[in-house]
Each structure stands twice: as structure tokens, then as C-alpha cells.
């Protein structure tokens, strides 16, 4: 699947180049900011999901654009998956205790990342207002998330170390994503930006096997479908290049 991606990737690349000429390619770097919710089975480990980014988009002559992408993913909400993934190490008043017999305090976080190559088009919406563009993007790569946990400086032995993965429910597999919004993107000036709606598709795996506060409960092996939807917020920094200066020699 990863090599089908990449030959009708490139491909449509090659395509596009074959058919304009070897001028005024821009370079933009992407900032980007995402609020989302989960669906399908992710939403049954995660709540309300953000995504911070960045990446390089190379914009055609004819206003195609390609690049690469990649987005942090982090939050601090949890479905019905994790309500009782501790529960076998609480004492009688529900309270996890260190190696020093005192409450320990043990954060959890949602945790992840995905990287995609994308494709896209930006559509100029009127030829009074070239800045103004619908900006519609496919992308398709790579996407991983887990559950972080962290005992501060405190040890709790159960879950230091690699005894962290018998709970992390990690997770990996194929992404694609798709994006419509506008964008605004004049000819010159730092004021490019775009906003817009996005959906992910994971198409992932369990990659542990075995959890550790389900001992006796196989970790399934069947594909996963890991949606995301939100809305994208972003920023585009052009790079210039220097403009020539004709030197005259007496």
C-alpha cells in the first residue's frame, strides 16, 4: 500500500511538471494549527484532539500545489478504553502508590504524530481579487499515536521504564487527509494565510502485544479506522529569492 501511494503520488507530480515550464516556482513554509474530534475507533480512546505543524509546499504556475506536511498531536482526553486501565494498581481508596508508599501523582496524555506527502489546487475565486483562492489538498502518509504517562519525580514501579508500553496502546499505520478552505496568498507580502475544514482517515494497527491491565484479553489484530475532523487555521511564509543587480565595469 505504502509503495501504491507513492508511485500515483509522484506520478501526478511528474505529470504536472511535464506539462508547465521550468518558471516562478514558489516556496512557501506552512504553520498550521488544528482543533479536531475523533471518530470511528479512535474516538474511543481519545476526546477533543489538537494538532500543531509545519511543512514545505511548492506552488506551480498553474497554481497546483505539492509538498510534505507533519502535525504534533496532543491532548488530555480519554473515552471509555482508558477508564479502568489503572485500576488493578489503586489501593482501597482508589490511589496509586510509589515505591515510597506515597499517593502518586500520574499524568496521562494523548500522544502522536503524522506525516503526508500532499497534492492539491488552489482555484482563484475572482480576477479582481487574485489573492483570493479555494484551496482544496489530498495527502497521504504516515500516522501514529499512543498514551503518554508520566510519574513525575516520583517512581511508581509498575509503570516506569518499558513497563509503560504494556499500557501505551501504540498505534501506526497509513493516513490520508483531505482539506478545503481559502486562502489568501497575494503576489507579494508575509500576509498568506488559509483556513479551512480537514479530515484523516488512519488506516492502523495495534503494534503492542499484550496490555498489561488486560492480561487475558487478546490485543486485537484487526485494522483500525482512526478518524479525525476539525478545523485548520494556518499561516504561509514565502521565501524570496534576491533579485539580480547588473554590475558595469569601466
Request: aromatic fraction near 18%; hydrophobic fraction near 35%; glycine fraction near 10%.
Amino acid at each position: 500500500m505504502n509503495w501504491l501511494i507513492s508511485f500515483l503520488f509522484t506520478s501526478c507530480i511528474l505529470g504536472i511538471f511535464s506539462q508547465e515550464s521550468k518558471q516562478s516556482y514558489e516556496r512557501l513554509f506552512d504553520v498550521h494549527y488544528g482543533i479536531n474530534l475523533p471518530g470511528g475507533d479512535l474516538a474511543k480512546r481519545y476526546g477533543f484532539l489538537n494538532h500543531v505543524g509545519g511543512g514545505l509546499v511548492i506552488r506551480s504556475p498553474k497554481n497546483f500545489i505539492f509538498g510534505l506536511e507533519s502535525s504534533f498531536i496532543f491532548g488530555n482526553q480519554f473515552k471509555s478504553e482508558f477508564d479502568s486501565v489503572f485500576y488493578h494498581l489503586t489501593d482501597a481508596q482508589g490511589n496509586i502508590t510509589d515505591i515510597n508508599g506515597d499517593i502518586a501523582i500520574v499524568t496521562t496524555y494523548a500522544r502522536g504524530f503524522y506525516a503526508n506527502a500532499t497534492f492539491g489546487k488552489l482555484i482563484p475565486l475572482s480576477e479582481s481579487k487574485k489573492a483570493s483562492h479555494l484551496q482544496l489538498q489530498f495527502g497521504a502518509g504516515y500516522l501514529q499515536h499512543r498514551f503518554r504517562i508520566e510519574t513525575n519525580r516520583q517512581v511508581v514501579p509498575q509503570i516506569e521504564t518499558d513497563y509503560r508500553k504494556g499500557y501505551d496502546r501504540y498505534t501506526t499505520g497509513i493516513n490520508t487527509s483531505q482539506f478545503v478552505g481559502y486562502a489568501f496568498i497575494p503576489e507579494e507580502g508575509f500576509y498568506q494565510f488559509y483556513a479551512g475544514f480537514y479530515a484523516h482517515q488512519g488506516y492502523t494497527y495495534n503494534r503492542r502485544n499484550v496490555n498489561f491491565d488486560q492480561p487475558n484479553v487478546p490485543v486485537s489484530t484487526e485494522l483500525r479506522l482512526d478518524l479525525q475532523f476539525g478545523i485548520r487555521l494556518g499561516w504561509y511564509i514565502p521565501f524570496y529569492k534576491a533579485e539580480p543587480h547588473d554590475y558595469y565595469f569601466e
